[in-house]
Structures are given as C-alpha cells and as structure tokens.
C-alpha cells in the first residue's frame, strides 16, 4: 500500500500543475500544501486506491487530532489509464468517518479508534473533479501537457481467496476475530498446534504458524501502522453459533 500511497500523491501534484497551481508534499504524511491558481493556499489530505474502497484512518474522526489544519480531501483512482480524483470538503469526510467510528466504539466499549476505515466511492462521487474547490483551473492549460502518470498505476488485484469450507462448531478448534480496516476476520486456532486460519474476510483460506504471525500479517496487508499486532491483544474468542 505503500507505494498507492506515493503513486497518488505523484499524480494528484501532476494534476494540481497543469492546472495551474502549485504542489509541495508534506514530508512523512499523506498531506499535500496547495496554491490554487487564484492564489489561494490550502492543505489537501490525499487518499489512493487502485481498488475499491479507499481507507482512511479511524483517526482521521477524532477531533483534534489533526494538527496539520486540513481543508479538503482528494480520492485518487490509480484504476483506470488516466487517475481521476474526487475533491471533498475535509469536514464532511471527517464527520462521516467520526459518526461511524463513535458507532463502532459503542459496538464494543473498551475499543481505541485506530486501524483503518473504508471510505465507499458513493460517499466522494460528488467530488469528481471539483478542482474549483481548491481555486484551480477546470480545465487544464494546453501549453501544459497531459499530467504524467505514474508507474504501475494499473489495477492491483488482490490475490483470489480459495474457497473454504465453514467449519463445523464441534471441529476442536477455537474460534477467534479481529476488526481491523473496516472489516471483521474470523479465524480457528488449533488448541493443540496454535495454528491459525483466517476462514472469513481478508486473506480467507490462509493458515499461519500461530496467532501472532496472522495479526501481523493483517497489519501488513492493510499498511496499519497504529494496531499493535499483537495475537493475545489483536484477537478475541468468539461464540460459536
């Protein structure tokens, strides 16, 4: 996820110039400082995807925690052959993401807002090229040129999940689950080996050694910096239904 990261920031500082403005990334966050062709100046928060959905921090719906005075959010589409980009104002995507995160800490007390949390193209498709928003040119200058692309902007497919069988309630192994970026994986450990399988949600079918390799591996697939993967901490036991 890294690199949708600096490949969204690369063309959304592409497209900001042969608009008219002016781009300088904020070094070590995903913020970038704007000078609109009118002369105005802004901090854009830039969100990348090359597949559905985009994912913001719960973070990002704490209040007060964002120090670095937001105005407008940029969605970035790496999927198709030219990037397009949704433009939002910052309160109406942090609000959305504070009332959903609050519902999710209700949901279970005890909870702290970190991870990642899904942002749903039918909540930015208003944006699309709303380049107005942050004083820029609606269309681009000529003299310009297309904005460059950058490499390897095609569609990153996750890798098809094997089919896997519900297991049977009375099959000897425990039953666990984690939240984390919006979703909810449920895994078996083997009481005896302390093998994990993931057998609903992201990467589905995979086993691993023990609890702790599987919550890494979660932690690296969504590039969540802020969930500790920790297996004693990262999973709890579940009922089975």
């Known amino acids: 996820m890294g690199d949708i ?9 592409a497209e900001v110039l042969a608009r008219g403005g002016r781009a300088e990334p904020i070094s ?7 000078r609109g062709a009118d002369g105005s100046e802004r901090v854009v928060r830039v969100c990348s995807t090359a597949s559905d959905p985009w994912l913001a921090r719960r973070r990002d719906g ?42 999710w800490l209700a949901d279970r ?22 380049w ?23 569609r990153v497919e996750r890798p098809a999940a094997p089919t896997v069988a519900e297991p049977d309630a009375d099959d000897g192994r425990l039953a666990v689950v984690a939240d984390i970026g919006g979703y909810r994986v449920q895994g078996r450990v083997d009481p005896v ?11 589905e079918g995979r086993r691993f050694p023990d609890a702790t390799a599987a919550a890494r591996a979660l932690v690296a697939f969504f590039d969540d910096h802020e969930t500790r993967p920790d297996g004693d901490a990262f999973w709890r036991s579940e009922v089975l239904r």
């Open 193 to 203: 080996s302390g093998t994990l399988e993931v057998i609903r949600g992201p990467m």
């Open 132 to 154: 107005d928003l942050l004083g820029l040119a609606k269309i681009k200058d000529p003299g310009r040129g297309p904005a460059p692309v950058p490499a390897a902007t095609a």
């Open 109 to 130: 007390p005890g909870r702290t807002p970190t991870g990642s949390h899904p942002i749903q193209r039918s909540n930015v498709v208003h944006g699309h090229d709303h």
């Open 62 to 103: 704490v209040p007060a925690t964002d120090g670095a005075g937001v105005s407008h959010w940029v969605f970035v589409d790496l999927a198709p052959s030219t990037p397009e980009f949704y433009v939002v104002d910052a309160d109406d995507i942090e609000a959305g993401i504070e009332e959903e995160v609050a519902l």
């Open 28 to 34: 070590g966050q995903r913020d970038v400082r704007v």
């Open 5 to 13: 990261v600096r490949q969204g920031v690369t063309a959304f500082v």
